[in-house]
């Protein structure tokens, strides 16, 4: 099992930017595959971007492609996400999730471990 805490969201106006982090128990952080995904008031929980378990591949949400980065330390068991360019659309609760396979998903259903969530707000 593996308990994962995110950190870094806050309030940024837009055009600005954030670092999510996402920091993860145990000794197996290099066998999950992780990803980011967000929850707006009122919407469904959506997928932003994953990474593989090597951090040689990485998907992201057609929204967010050109303006997020995810990335991975497998020596500190900890992923991140870059966030710049932010919008007001952009602001949710931002999750990290651990899955145990080893192909990368965009559906939520597919990852074993979430993390509390962390807050993200965009002002205009």
């Known amino acids: 099992q593996v308990q994962l805490v995110e950190s870094g969201g806050g309030l940024v106006q837009a055009g600005g930017s954030l670092r999510l982090s996402c920091a993860a128990s145990?000794?197996?952080?290099?066998?999950?595959?992780m990803g980011w995904f967000r929850q707006a008031p009122g919407k469904e929980r959506e997928f932003v971007a994953a990474i593989n378990r090597s951090g040689g591949n990485t998907y992201y949400e057609d929204s967010v492609r050109g303006r997020f980065t995810i990335s991975r330390d497998n020596a500190k068991n900890t992923v991140y996400l870059e966030m710049n360019s932010l919008k007001p659309e952009d602001t949710a609760v931002y999750y990290c999730a651990a899955k145990r396979a080893i192909t990368v998903a965009t559906a939520s259903a597919w990852y074993d471990y979430w993390g509390q969530g962390t807050q993200v707000t965009v002002s205009s």
């Open positions: 145990g000794r197996t952080f290099s066998t999950y595959v």
